[in-house]
């Protein structure tokens, strides 16, 4: 058991799960709003020996070299690599801190705004956020039945996407930085990247965050009349090709304003962006709460056993 577990902003854990934190520690405080310097951060940790984050604050080596009593550190967000997580996983491990984080909590909410957006674009369902009627992609409206749809990043999330997709009929190719043996039996080719942006008309990115993958070279062979989805948590591209890019008949959607890069953008006409994360659905916050739970139990009993 803890002595004192701290989450320094909210979490989005149903209230259950948030209840259930008492039975893991002497005692437990909730901040529900985020600590806007490091200094913050250090006296909200205090002399706690667990700590709880969700995915908006960072919690780096300067925070934690403050807070020495800290042996855990659960991430109540995605974490899927060290390099990406906006906690010094490598500070906090050479400080002999437990380091937690979780993953697929959210992507079927992604999965369902993918589908929704690239058939309201195909079709001219709807507005667009400024409230103009949209028009079908083509001339005349279509179905996803037959769109040449290329994935970048076969995760977890990339590969639901392309299941979705591949029911309603697309041509699905993908690219990875490791082959997908059970995707291609599936149907699925996989393309280097180059090959895989001139091909398909439709783009979907799905990586980790802070990975770019677009640069100038590669929106050269991505081309005009092109669809681009980034389902990430921050941009696949440098900005100024993407801009360069956007200059021409294509369409980029974005869930969030973080997956987009810029509040500038927002309102670029050739620009779709909903300012809502698609994962953030009552089924995913039950899902989180789960999994960190479970993280933090699984801790407590390797800690009890030693």
Same mark, same amino acid.
């Given at each position: 058991? #803890?002595?004192?577990?701290?989450?320094?902003?909210?979490? %989005?854990?149903?209230?259950?799960?948030?209840?259930?934190?008492?039975?893991?520690?002497?005692?437990?405080? /909730?901040? +529900?709003?985020?600590?806007?310097? /490091?200094?913050?951060?250090?006296?909200?940790?205090?002399?706690?020996?667990?700590?709880?984050?969700?995915?908006?604050?960072?919690?780096?080596?300067?925070?934690?070299?403050?807070?020495?009593?800290?042996?855990?550190?659960?991430?109540?967000?995605?974490?899927?690599? $060290?390099?990406?997580? +906006?906690?010094?996983?490598?500070?906090?491990?050479?400080?002999?801190? @437990?380091?937690?984080?979780?993953?697929?909590?959210?992507?079927?909410?992604? @999965?369902?705004?993918?589908?929704?957006?690239?058939?309201?674009?195909?079709?001219?369902?709807?507005?667009? $956020?400024?409230?103009?009627?949209?028009?079908?992609?083509?001339?005349? $409206?279509?179905?996803?039945?037959?769109?040449?749809?290329?994935?970048?990043?076969?995760?977890?999330?990339?590969?639901? /996407?392309?299941?979705?997709?591949?029911?309603?009929?697309?041509?699905?190719?993908?690219?990875?930085?490791?082959?997908?043996?059970?995707?291609?039996?599936?149907?699925?080719?996989?393309?280097?990247?180059?090959?895989?942006?001139?091909?398909?008309? @439709?783009?979907?990115?799905?990586? +980790?965050? %802070?990975?770019?993958?677009?640069?100038?070279?590669?929106?050269?062979?991505?081309?005009?009349?092109?669809?681009?989805? %980034?389902?990430?948590?921050? $941009?696949?591209?440098?900005?100024?090709?993407?801009?360069?890019?956007?200059?021409?008949?294509?369409?980029?959607?974005?869930?969030?304003?973080?997956?987009?890069?810029?509040?500038?953008?927002?309102?670029?006409?050739?620009?779709?962006?909903?300012?809502?994360?698609?994962?953030?659905?009552?089924?995913? #916050?039950?899902?989180?709460?789960?999994?960190?739970?479970?993280?933090?139990?699984?801790?407590?009993?390797?800690?009890?056993?030693?």
């Amino acid at each position: 058991m #803890f002595k004192k577990l701290i989450a320094i902003e909210p979490l %989005n854990l149903i209230p259950s799960a948030e209840k259930q934190l008492e039975s893991f520690a002497e005692s437990v405080t /909730i901040y +529900n709003d985020r600590p806007s310097s /490091i200094e913050e951060i250090v006296n909200r940790i205090g002399d706690a020996d667990g700590v709880l984050v969700s995915y908006s604050t960072t919690l780096g080596s300067e925070s934690l070299e403050q807070c020495p009593n800290i042996k855990y550190v659960g991430m109540c967000c995605s974490l899927y690599s $060290p390099e990406s997580a +906006n906690v010094d996983i490598a500070y906090a491990n050479s400080r002999g801190i @437990v380091v937690d984080g979780i993953r697929d909590y959210g992507d079927e909410g992604v @999965v369902e705004y993918v589908v929704s957006e690239l058939i309201r674009c195909l079709h001219g369902f709807g507005t667009y $956020p400024d409230g103009t009627q949209r028009k079908p992609w083509s001339e005349i $409206p279509r179905e996803i039945t037959g769109i040449k749809v290329g994935i970048v990043g076969l995760g977890k999330s990339g590969g639901m /996407i392309a299941d979705a997709l591949h029911f309603f009929g697309a041509e699905v190719s993908y690219f990875s930085r490791t082959r997908k043996p059970e995707s291609e039996e599936k149907g699925y080719r996989f393309l280097p990247l180059n090959e895989l942006l001139a091909e398909n008309e @439709v783009i979907v990115t799905c990586l +980790n965050k %802070n990975t770019i993958l677009l640069h100038e070279e590669e929106f050269q062979h991505l081309g005009s009349r092109k669809i681009l989805f %980034n389902t990430g948590l921050s $941009p696949a591209w440098d900005e100024e090709p993407f801009l360069k890019w956007l200059s021409g008949d294509n369409l980029a959607y974005c869930d969030t304003v973080g997956a987009l890069g810029s509040e500038k953008l927002v309102n670029h006409p050739k620009v779709v962006c909903m300012e809502v994360s698609s994962g953030r659905t009552s089924q995913a #916050f039950i899902r989180l709460s789960e999994k960190v739970l479970a993280n933090i139990t699984s801790y407590l009993k390797k800690q009890s056993a030693t």
